[in-house]
């Protein structure tokens, strides 16, 4: 690895003034298991590297019944696992963080970290884009939000400006008649980054699906909603053949790329298989 | 580049030392202390061979600065014996085969010390699941597995 400059500021104005004088060959660092592996493989070589870990305004998970769930961007991926009020609150992102990577990485790497490095291979942003989260930015310029759908720009990159830091993920109240899943497919049981994920959102009234938001990340660059898809469940009530038209159309309207880990028509198999059964999960249906 | 002096607590002892900020975890702990017990294996965050407890929680070394451990406790495999005494859980690995070459040994103990602590008496699945950071390209995993619930019935029993 080559060598760099280690800054360690204690607040968000410190970090964001340090991040504009060091420009762009400048990382920051949370938790650092992604950032590690990349700078260990000169995939990246940054000359410094402004690590957060000590800024307390970044730490910390807490739940508002009118404002909804507030998660510091520090949090462990095991933090957001064990958090009883996500458990409670937001059973699909605790069971969605319960299981991804491996132990290791869960004790050290963080949710902030991981959206802002926006590798699609991984499972956060693909549930919380299916939850409407927003991103909460800081610098020395203030604060500002917006939907994490619209942070998350391409492989590998964000909205983030050079200057700024992502303070928090914000994740609105469930609505009530809330059924929510999701769903990661690997190839084998191993291996540690999914190929294919999907997250569903609805919102049920009696029999009826009011709306649905479904969002397949893994085979895509950024994690994509599926509108089209989400159309053909608004307003109706569920049965299996629905749901099965729902993911036939899922396959269809998905942007799957090919690449070496594998081909697009593999992928958009795995998006409907995946996505019916997220689907009977979310609905209570039975599994085909 | 920058140098920093870090101060940590490894095994019980406090030790504090200079390092270059490139210094990875696991060099730190086999190259300056002489830990050589932490193995490095892939060194790119796969094989968990490099594996040791950071607050008592388990975490790659290899993908970890030695900076980052500042003011923090870390446990290696030479920390886990009493003196003579293996740990139940270097016992158990003995009296159940559950090594071969022994390269990956360090790493699955220290694992499943975080196993351990999280599930006092694991499922099995609970065990797979714990030791899904660690690869063994000797045993098969089945005696790995088998030691991890033998030592988990012995501590659970004291």
């Given at each position: 690895?080559?060598d760099?400059?280690?800054?360690e500021?204690?607040?968000i104005?410190?970090?964001?003034r340090m991040?504009?004088?060091?420009?762009?060959?400048?990382?920051?660092?949370a938790?650092?298991?992604?950032?590690?592996?990349?700078?260990?493989?000169?995939?990246?070589?940054?000359?410094?590297?402004v690590?957060?870990?000590?800024?307390?305004?970044?730490q910390?998970?807490?739940?508002?019944?009118?404002?909804?769930?507030r998660?510091?961007?520090?949090?462990?991926?095991v933090?957001?696992a064990e958090?009883?009020?996500i458990k409670q609150?937001?059973?699909?992102?605790?069971e969605?963080a319960?299981?991804l990577?491996?132990?290791?990485?869960?004790?050290q790497?963080?949710?902030?970290?991981?959206?802002?490095y926006?590798d699609?291979?991984?499972d956060?942003?693909t549930?919380?884009?299916?939850l409407?989260?927003?991103?909460?930015?800081?610098?020395?310029?203030?604060?500002?939000?917006?939907?994490?759908e619209r942070?998350?720009?391409?492989?590998f990159?964000?909205?983030?400006e050079q200057?700024?830091?992502?303070?928090?993920?914000?994740?609105?109240?469930l609505?009530?008649?809330?059924?929510?899943?999701?769903?990661?497919?690997?190839?084998?049981a191993?291996?540690?980054r999914?190929?294919v994920?999907?997250a569903v959102a609805?919102?049920?009234?009696?029999?009826?699906c009011?709306?649905?938001?479904?969002v397949v990340g893994?085979?895509?660059?950024?994690?994509?909603?599926?509108?089209?898809?989400?159309?053909?469940?608004?307003?109706?009530?569920?049965?299996?053949?629905?749901?099965?038209?729902?993911?036939?159309?899922?396959?269809?309207?998905?942007?799957?790329?090919?690449?070496?880990?594998?081909s697009e028509s593999?992928?958009?198999?795995?998006?409907?298989v995946n996505?019916?059964?997220c689907?009977?999960?979310?609905f209570?249906?039975?599994?085909? | 580049?920058?140098?920093?002096?870090?101060?940590?607590?490894?095994?019980?002892?406090?030790?504090?030392?200079?390092?270059?900020?490139?210094r990875?975890l696991?060099d730190?702990?086999?190259?300056?202390?002489?830990?050589?017990g932490?193995?490095?294996g892939?060194?790119?965050?796969?094989?968990?061979?490099?594996?040791?407890?950071?607050?008592?929680e388990?975490?790659?070394?290899?993908?970890s600065l030695?900076?980052?451990a500042?003011?923090k406790?870390?446990?290696?495999i030479e920390g886990?014996?009493?003196g003579?005494?293996l740990?139940?859980?270097?016992?158990?690995f003995?009296?159940?085969?559950?090594?071969?070459?022994?390269?990956c040994?360090?790493?699955?103990?220290?694992?499943?010390?975080?196993i351990?602590k999280k599930?006092?008496q694991?499922?099995?699945?609970?065990?797979?699941?714990?030791?899904?950071?660690?690869?063994?390209r000797?045993?098969?995993?089945?005696?790995i597995?088998?030691?991890?619930m033998?030592?988990?019935?012995k501590?659970?029993?004291?």
């Amino acid at each position: 690895m080559r060598d760099f400059e280690f800054l360690e500021p204690s607040s968000i104005e410190e970090a964001s003034r340090m991040l504009a004088e060091a420009g762009e060959n400048s990382r920051v660092m949370a938790g650092g298991t992604a950032l590690m592996l990349a700078m260990r493989q000169r995939m990246l070589a940054p000359s410094t590297v402004v690590s957060v870990a000590r800024i307390a305004a970044l730490q910390g998970i807490s739940f508002d019944p009118a404002q909804g769930l507030r998660i510091g961007a520090l949090s462990r991926h095991v933090d957001v696992a064990e958090a009883d009020v996500i458990k409670q609150q937001y059973p699909m992102l605790a069971e969605m963080a319960a299981k991804l990577a491996n132990p290791q990485v869960r004790h050290q790497g963080t949710l902030g970290g991981n959206i802002c490095y926006a590798d699609p291979s991984t499972d956060p942003s693909t549930c919380l884009i299916a939850l409407n989260a927003q991103i909460v930015l800081g610098s020395v310029r203030g604060q500002r939000m917006m939907p994490l759908e619209r942070f998350l720009v391409d492989y590998f990159q964000t909205a983030i400006e050079q200057d700024e830091l992502v303070v928090e993920v914000r994740v609105p109240v469930l609505p009530s008649g809330f059924r929510g899943q999701y769903r990661r497919f690997r190839k084998t049981a191993a291996e540690h980054r999914p190929l294919v994920n999907i997250a569903v959102a609805a919102q049920l009234e009696q029999d009826r699906c009011q709306q649905a938001r479904i969002v397949v990340g893994a085979s895509t660059p950024v994690p994509q909603r599926l509108k089209e898809t989400e159309a053909l469940l608004k307003n109706q009530v569920i049965d299996q053949a629905l749901l099965k038209k729902a993911s036939i159309a899922a396959s269809q309207e998905v942007n799957a790329v090919s690449d070496n880990r594998a081909s697009e028509s593999f992928r958009r198999e795995m998006v409907r298989v995946n996505a019916y059964r997220c689907l009977a999960d979310t609905f209570g249906l039975p599994q085909e | 580049m920058s140098k920093h002096t870090i101060e940590v607590t490894v095994n019980g002892e406090l030790r504090k030392q200079d390092v270059p900020a490139r210094r990875m975890l696991s060099d730190f702990l086999r190259d300056d202390l002489l830990l050589t017990g932490t193995k490095r294996g892939c060194e790119t965050g796969v094989c968990g061979a490099c594996s040791v407890l950071v607050d008592g929680e388990v975490v790659k070394s290899c993908l970890s600065l030695a900076v980052q451990a500042n003011g923090k406790t870390i446990t290696t495999i030479e920390g886990l014996a009493d003196g003579d005494t293996l740990h139940p859980l270097q016992q158990a690995f003995m009296e159940c085969g559950g090594l071969q070459c022994g390269y990956c040994t360090p790493g699955m103990i220290m694992a499943s010390c975080s196993i351990l602590k999280k599930h006092p008496q694991p499922t099995v699945e609970q065990v797979q699941e714990g030791l899904n950071g660690n690869l063994c390209r000797c045993t098969g995993y089945t005696q790995i597995v088998e030691s991890v619930m033998v030592a988990a019935e012995k501590m659970h029993g004291n």
